[in-house]
RNA sequence: UCCCCUGUAGCUCAGCUGGUAGAGCGGGUGGCUGUUAACCACCAAGUCGUUGGUUCGAGUCCAACCGGGGGAGCCA
């Protein structure tokens, strides 16, 4: 039994093999049939041909159609028509499954990425699904590849949490209280004490805090882990669940931080380009006509990073009218993001040290007492990709700004103590993953680029 | 959550200022000895998202609801 990518690369001497797979179209003659077999190995499917079949062999034949799964066997011999150098003379065919073509969903013909999201249990058997499988899998080898070469450690961070101001956006509850009648205390709201764990508990945001407990005890880590987000967001670069992955430095400052994520995001690129080369030249073709060669260039060119303070600058002096107006201390919208990367930059960006009152509260304060050590990697056609930063390592500076972020120090205790004892400065962002794969493969809607996507009101399969 | 678009055959869509439905693909049957978006001929297939309203008459106009898509915000 032979894959049809090993198939696909042996030299054609009569040699007999036998594959497996999904049949993804059929083409017949009196005397001819030929079939396509996809077995998920790789993009290409092998052509199989049967000529003048025996008459069980013509009747399993005919209980060949799209989707059927069937083994064969034959002998690989070199094609004679254009279309592909070998194929498979067959010699026996047995039809393992049937897939009925007045009922099975998948047609041989274009389907819309809409209709397949209603069939995400079967969209994996087309020529961009099983693309987007095998370009998510070289992408997760190479980010632990990445950082297994730095000597960074994998470090599991909890799905679970009770710490519910991370700030990172509205979570979600974790409990086993009964949701019809929850024990209340005496003021009428829900008491939490005798819930599993004793206090409210969520679903993770981020796996940064605690990641920052072992960067600053083992030096350099990453988490690569799913994430939970209960916005009520409907876009094309949102979900309710997606796969982050966050390193955490110890003796980092920003930029540091900025070169880890620019090598980070070339490496990764530079390796799919390489080692997904068929995947991405159909993306290039059917997907995002030019995506080659844009990737190519972010893998062959430093990125442009610049100040909060120079994207103002750079907008305001744009002369562009933009829908919301660009003044110093206000967040740059979708649009701002949109043209420094698309028309200003024509690729990514790091913009850092953005005001203080519109980041997190654990970023470090710079001198000026205005701004904070913020990073964030712009893509075009995204935006944010990455969202990082150089840590507050000062005890009583982050005390402040826990306040000032409106928080309780006391939820902190843990997080604090870091400071209090051997503090260093360390750095560290995040890396959504799905919008990792978004870019990398030209998908315009992140629903396409997870096998199950959860996002508001839709979780079937 | 807000704004916009959309829902017609299995899929993708057309259907003008209202007069009870059509194309391509897919499917079935037949033909074809090298096809590869196969080709040729014929055939079948629709409670026009749901409910209500206007009208002699609604796929078409109106309202509400439901589903889908895009944009914004939030962010990764």
């Not at 790789?42 to 060949?64: G, K």
């Amino acid at each position: 039994m032979r894959r049809v990518r090993d198939l696909l690369t042996l030299s054609a001497e009569s040699q007999t093999v036998t594959a497996r797979g999904w049949v993804r179209t059929k083409r017949d003659s009196k005397h001819l049939v030929f079939f396509e077999l996809n077995d998920g190995s790789c993009l290409s499917n092998v052509q199989v041909v049967f000529e003048n079949p025996t008459p069980e062999a013509a009747a399993d034949l005919a209980r060949v159609q799209t989707g059927a799964s069937v083994v064969v066997s034959g002998t690989l011999e070199p094609s004679p028509a254009r279309g592909q150098k070998t194929e498979i003379h067959g010699t026996a065919l047995t039809v393992v499954g049937e897939a009925p073509a007045d009922v099975y969903p998948l047609q041989k013909k274009r389907h819309s990425f809409e209709y397949l999201r209603e069939i995400a249990h079967l969209r994996p058997r087309t020529n961009t699904f099983g693309a987007i499988a095998r370009v998510r899998n070289q992408l997760s080898f190479a980010i632990h590849r990445f950082f297994q070469e730095r000597n960074f450690l994998y470090v599991h961070t909890p799905i679970i949490t009770a710490s519910d101001a991370e700030g990172a956006g509205e979570m979600f509850r974790v409990t086993t209280l009964p949701p019809d009648a929850p024990p209340k205390s005496e003021f009428g709201d829900v008491d939490f004490s005798g819930d599993f764990f004793g206090r409210p508990a969520y679903l993770t945001v981020s796996g940064q805090l605690n990641a920052e407990i072992y960067a600053c005890a083992l030096d350099r880590v990453y988490t690569f882990g799913p994430t939970f987000r209960a916005e009520n967001s409907n876009t094309t670069r949102h979900l309710a669940e997606f796969w982050m992955i966050e390193p955490e430095v110890a003796f980092c400052d920003i930029h540091c931080n900025m070169d880890l994520a620019e090598d980070f995001l070339r490496y990764l690129l530079s390796d799919l380009l390489q080692n997904c080369s068929e995947d991405m030249e159909f993306f290039n073709q059917r997907i995002q006509p030019g995506l080659l060669d844009t990737l190519r260039v972010v893998v062959d060119s430093a990125f442009h990073r610049i100040s909060y303070t120079q994207a103002i600058e750079a907008l305001t002096s744009s002369g562009r009218d933009f829908e919301f107006p660009v003044s110093w201390g206000a967040d740059l919208q979708s649009e701002h993001e949109k043209f420094l990367t698309e028309e200003v930059y024509r690729g990514p960006v790091i913009v850092t040290d953005y005001p203080r009152e519109i980041k997190a509260f654990y970023m470090k304060l710079n001198d000026d007492g205005r701004t904070v050590r913020a990073m964030d990697v712009l893509v075009p056609r995204l935006g944010e990709i990455i969202g990082g930063s150089e840590r507050e390592a000062d005890l009583s500076t982050l005390e402040r700004r826990i306040e000032e972020c409106g928080l309780n120090r006391d939820d902190y205790w843990w997080y604090l103590d870091l400071r209090r004892f051997g503090s260093v400065p360390h750095a560290g962002f995040g890396l959504g993953f799905e919008r990792l794969v978004q870019y990398a493969t030209g998908m315009q809607n992140i629903r396409d680029v997870i096998p199950f996507p959860r996002a508001v009101r839709s979780a079937e399969f």
